[in-house]
Nanobody, 122 residues
Framework: QVQLVESGGGLVQPGGSLRLSCAASGSIFSINTMAWYRQAPGKQRERVAVITSGGSTNYADSVKGRFTISRDNNKNMVYLQMNSLKTEDTAVYYC????????????????WGQGTQVTVSS
């Protein structure tokens, strides 16, 4: 199977920056898209940014120009650089990967990390 572990969350003041990291491990045959989602209290989970295996990216309108998603295919890592943070960016951020394990390489499934808290507050 595939495991995802996020790191890098924390408390930051408005206007500050944070960099989230997500490491994929396990019996991985291939990873297709990788993405970051977030969920604020009382709100639905929303996709923040996504990146394909080829490096194409897409962002939610609310974070365009402030967040940058990147990945290292050799290390099975995905990152989210968050700049100019706002209080409304406060949420639990989840890493997501669409991947195929070696044991079922003909299938692709969605895998999720446990989440990391990002709090933007003065």
């Amino acid at each position: 199977q595939v495991q995802l572990v996020e790191s890098g969350g924390g408390l930051v003041q408005p206007g500050g920056s944070l960099r989230l990291s997500c490491a994929a491990s396990g019996s991985i045959f291939s990873i297709n898209t990788m993405a970051w989602y977030r969920q604020a209290p009382g709100k639905q989970r929303e996709r923040v940014a996504v990146i394909t295996s080829g490096g194409s990216t897409n962002y939610a309108d609310s974070v365009k120009g402030r967040f940058t998603i990147s990945r290292d295919n050799n290390k099975n890592m995905v990152y989210l650089q968050m700049n100019s943070l706002k209080t409304e960016d406060t949420a639990v951020y989840y890493c997501n990967a669409n991947a195929s394990p070696y044991t079922r390489r003909w299938e692709s499934n969605n895998y999720w990390g446990q989440g990391t808290q990002v709090t933007v507050s003065s």
